[in-house]
């Protein structure tokens, strides 16, 4: 549930995984995802790096969320605390994703297709 509500200790440390590097605007303008460097757009030339595929895809009530979070932003300059905060969810998908899967690992039947 701490990953969920952004509140796990090791989202700090981890954070450092998806890089916000490049100099700009900072302006959400275009949203976009390129999967072969897995790294998401917010306008031509500054992105978010290290988003795997199934971070970027995770769904969770109909929604994308790493686009979603974004698109909604359109429009907007993303500050420190949103960068980081895009950071952080990125880093709680991949945590819930791996989680999802040592799940599935251990009770038996599961998941069930």
């Known amino acids: 549930m701490s990953w969920h509500l952004l509140t796990n200790p090791s989202l700090q440390i981890m954070r450092s995984q998806i890089k916000y590097d490049i100099k700009g605007s900072n302006a959400v303008e275009k949203v976009r995802y390129d999967d072969n460097l897995h790294r998401v757009y917010i306008n031509k030339t500054q992105y978010f790096e290290g988003i795997a595929p199934d971070v970027w895809n995770f ?7 790493c686009e979603k979070w974004l698109k909604v932003r359109k429009g907007r300059k993303l500050n420190y605390d949103g960068q980081s905060h895009y950071q952080d969810i990125a880093v709680a998908i991949k945590e819930t994703i791996r989680l999802m899967a040592e799940i599935d690992a251990v009770v038996p039947g599961w998941p069930v297709t």
């Open 59 to 65: 769904h969770i009530g109909g929604y994308q969320v």
